[in-house]
């Protein structure tokens, strides 16, 4: 099935100069950019994004980490975009990321982990309308 996800190049990845590697790399593997943009979240946009992880006991530094510079908005078609997108990137723990996924190659910690996936198709319907309209998506 074609889907689409949402992926984010988080504050370190803008940061360090990852932006059009990071884009390369979705592009070399099959991954449509339907739409791209780069934005600087407030605290509460940041907040209502990560929602889910309100309870968690990192989510103040997620939320700090997320607003401390500008990340790339950015929705990928392809087929099974989803998995295929959180294969791509590799474990929330660098530590545990396998060779050639984006966070094994440049993330530095769990937390700065270079790049955001949606992990499910829910998840997708609600993040990428959190971000863009309609007529923003290609
Ligand atoms: P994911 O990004 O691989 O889907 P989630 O569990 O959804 O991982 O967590 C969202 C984000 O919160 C992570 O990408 C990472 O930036 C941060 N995070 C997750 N777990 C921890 C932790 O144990 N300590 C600090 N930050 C964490
Ligand atoms: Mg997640």
Do not use: Q
Not at 2 to 11: F, G, V
Not at 17 to 30: M, S
């Amino acid at each position: 099935m074609i889907e689409r996800t949402l992926s984010i190049i988080k504050p370190d990845g803008v940061k360090n100069g990852l932006t059009g590697k990071i884009i390369r790399l979705f592009e070399e593997n099959g991954f449509e950019i339907k739409a791209i943009k780069k934005v600087h979240l407030s605290r509460s946009e940041a907040e209502g994004f990560y929602y889910v992880h309100k309870e968690r006991p990192f989510f103040n530094s997620l939320v700090s980490f997320m607003t401390e510079g500008p990340i790339v908005l950015i929705v990928l078609s392809a087929e099974n975009a989803i998995l295929k997108n959180r294969e791509l990137m590799g474990a929330t723990n660098p530590k545990d990321a396998k060779e050639g996924t984006i966070r094994k190659m440049y993330a530095e910690s769990i937390e700065r982990n270079v790049v955001h996936g949606s992990d499910s198709l829910e998840s997708a319907k609600f993040e990428i309308p959190y971000f863009f309209n309609v007529f923003e998506i290609l």
